[in-house]
């Protein structure tokens, strides 16, 4: 996902990840993912047990970010199509009118994934509690609330005046592309 928003021009430093090398793989944009996964499970180096017991708890917040991004994701056409009614022009296999019941339960479903994702994986994880730690926290409470503010941010600040949508790559040459145009 990185290089294909970094073809398009939609991440800070793009040419640099969406850069191919001459076996056509986005080097930069792999080792900039690779920084990133290492950052986020670096937590699971500590060791977290409760009642003698291992607890992943690094791993649950890995695993609920990436829910909470794919689940996003998915929202977005659902939430567009709801929101377009009638004026949408359907493909060959559709949903009928059942769109407009199953588009508001797919939307609620996000909201309570994301909800429970967000959620303690033990007490001890509640900073009110007693026998609160920070190895016990679920970080996704903290990682995906801030990534959205700096998106919004740099959204705000920068993207919204330049970026014009998706670049058509189809016609470039081998050349082009490892060149990162």
Known sequence: MLFAFSRDGAVPGHKQWSRLSSKRVPVGGVI??????????????????????????????????????????FSIPIWHRWRMGDSFVPGGWTLGNKYKVLSVVALLDVVLVTFMAFMP???????????????YVNYTILVVPAAMILLWIYWHASVKNWFTGPRTTVDLTDEELRAGI
């Open 121 to 135: 994986t033990s007490n001890l994880g509640v900073p009110w509690n007693t026998g609160f730690a920070w190895k």
């Open 32 to 73: 900039l993912t690779a920084v990133i996964g290492i950052i986020l499970t670096s937590p699971a180096l500590i060791a977290v047990n409760i009642n003698g017991a291992p607890v992943p708890v690094a791993f649950f917040a890995v695993v609920s970010i990436g829910v909470i991004g794919l689940y996003w994701c």
